[in-house]
Structure formats: C-alpha cells, structure tokens
Nanobody, 120 residues
Framework: QVQLVESGGGLVQAGGSLRLSCAAS????????MGWYRQVPGKPRELVAL???????NYPDSVKGRFTISRDNAKNTVYLQMNSLKPEDTAVYVC??????????????WGQGTQVTVSS
C-alpha cells in the first residue's frame, strides 16, 4: 500500500504565505512526477505545480512567480511554497505522485487534500 499525506493548509490573509507538504509512504520503489492540484466546488481540478524526478518544474500562469514546488527525494516528500496569496487561491489542495511500487506497478496516487483559505 502507498499513502500520500498532506499537511500545512489553513487560513491566511491575502498577501500571506503558506507551505504545504505531502509525504509518500509505503511500498515505494521510486517516485517519478509529483504535483499539486487544487479543487474548488463546481470547477474542474486545476494543476498548480508539477515537478519531475529530475527537478524540472511547471506552473500555470495563475500561480507562476508566486508558488514554488520542490521535493526531497530522500524523504519522498513534495512541498508547495505559496506566497502573495490571493482570495482566488482558496481551494482544497491535493498532491499526487506517479509511483513505482516494489511490485513494479506504476500507479498514480492522490492525497486526501488540505484546505487553504485566503481571506481578503
């Protein structure tokens, strides 16, 4: 079994910062791409940051320059540093990872999500 557990969400004022963490555990052989998505009720899930196993990153224009994704491969953990937060960043943030298990299966795993609320 593999689990992704997020932490770090909460309530922050506009212009503030938050750092999210997502730790993967279980029967992991290796982790490829890791990403953060956000979900607002009634809207499609939106990718906000992606990092490859080699450290290449990708962001949509809506968060570019404000959000930074990073990973610690030794800890199987991905981070999302969010600065200059805006009320429209309010969402449930969910991490995911492309994981190769010890049984050689490549699967996509999702965390349970963490709420980020930005007040104006």
């Amino acid at each position: 079994q593999v689990q992704l557990v997020e932490s770090g969400g909460g309530l922050v004022q506009a212009g503030g910062s938050l750092r999210l963490s997502c730790a993967a555990s279980g029967s992991i052989f290796s982790i490829e791409d890791m990403g953060w998505y956000r979900q607002v009720p009634g809207k499609p899930r939106e990718l906000v940051a992606l990092i490859t196993s080699g450290g290449s990153t990708n962001y949509p224009d809506s968060v570019k320059g404000r959000f930074t994704i990073s990973r610690d491969n030794a800890k199987n953990t991905v981070y999302l540093q969010m600065n200059s937060l805006k009320p429209e960043d309010t969402a449930v943030y969910v991490c995911n990872a492309d994981i190769i298990t010890v049984w050689a299966a490549k699967l996509v795993y999702w965390g349970q999500g963490t709420q980020v609320t930005v007040s104006s």
